[in-house]
């Protein structure tokens, strides 16, 4: 049998450590843990529709999430970031790894350089690179990509740990 004709439940990923809404809902079987004891699990292709999902508040007001798919090991995300208006990051802050923003809907400005998304608008702000304050001039939604891990440290904005993963 050849690979385009296998069975879906055959069609299944390395062992690896994913979560978020994709990620948990692909996951197949229970998981294992490796050799530094994090647990890995196999996966299925997955399609979801992000209506249905939940926003999730951070807890920073006005700042709400829907973790599509989170690499557990590396802290790689795709997420849907929702900022109301008026909201925004306080204060300027840089990130671990590169962030890839697409605006989906709304206007959302970084103050000391004067860039704003709107819709269709991609940016991206490489690793290590200070930016920031921000702020949501309207309900404002953001595709949002990190390669790596959100922040170096948590952010004073942040109450929880949680949050800025």
Same mark, same amino acid.
């Given at each position: 049998?050849?690979? #385009?004709?296998?069975? %879906?439940?055959?069609? &299944?990923?390395?062992? =690896? *450590?994913? +979560? !978020?809404?994709?990620?948990?809902?692909?996951?197949?079987?229970?998981?294992?843990?490796?050799?530094?004891?994090?647990?890995?699990?196999?996966?299925?292709?997955?399609?979801?529709?992000?209506?249905?999902?939940?926003?999730?508040?951070?807890?920073?007001?006005?700042?709400?999430?829907?973790?599509?798919?989170?690499? #557990?090991?590396?802290? %790689?995300?795709?997420? &849907?970031?929702?900022? =109301? *208006?008026? +909201? !925004?990051?306080?204060?300027?802050?840089?990130?671990?790894?590169?962030?890839?923003?697409?605006?989906?809907?709304?206007?959302?400005?970084?103050?000391?350089?004067?860039?704003?998304?709107?819709?269709?608008?991609?940016?991206?702000?490489?690793?290590?690179?200070?930016?920031?304050?921000?702020?949501?001039?309207?309900?404002?939604?953001?595709?949002?990509?990190?390669?790596?891990?959100?922040?170096?440290?948590?952010?004073?904005?942040?109450?929880?740990?949680?949050?800025?993963?």
């Amino acid at each position: 049998m050849s690979d #385009d004709q296998r069975p %879906a439940d055959e069609n &299944l990923s390395a062992p =690896a *450590a994913y +979560s !978020g809404a994709a990620g948990d809902s692909g996951r197949v079987g229970d998981p294992v843990a490796d050799a530094s004891g994090v647990a890995l699990a196999r996966f299925r292709e997955i399609m979801l529709q992000v209506d249905d999902l939940d926003w999730i508040d951070k807890t920073l007001a006005g700042l709400s999430q829907k973790m599509l798919w989170r690499n #557990d090991r590396t802290g %790689a995300s795709i997420a &849907l970031v929702r900022f =109301a *208006a008026g +909201s !925004g990051i306080p204060s300027r802050h840089a990130h671990a790894s590169n962030q890839f923003m697409f605006c989906l809907e709304g206007r959302y400005s970084y103050l000391p350089s004067g860039i704003t998304l709107e819709k269709g608008s991609f940016y991206w702000n490489p690793e290590g690179s200070a930016h920031g304050p921000t702020l949501a001039h309207e309900d404002t939604v953001l595709l949002e990509v990190y390669d790596g891990p959100h922040y170096p440290t948590q952010p004073e904005w942040y109450s929880s740990p949680d949050d800025a993963n």
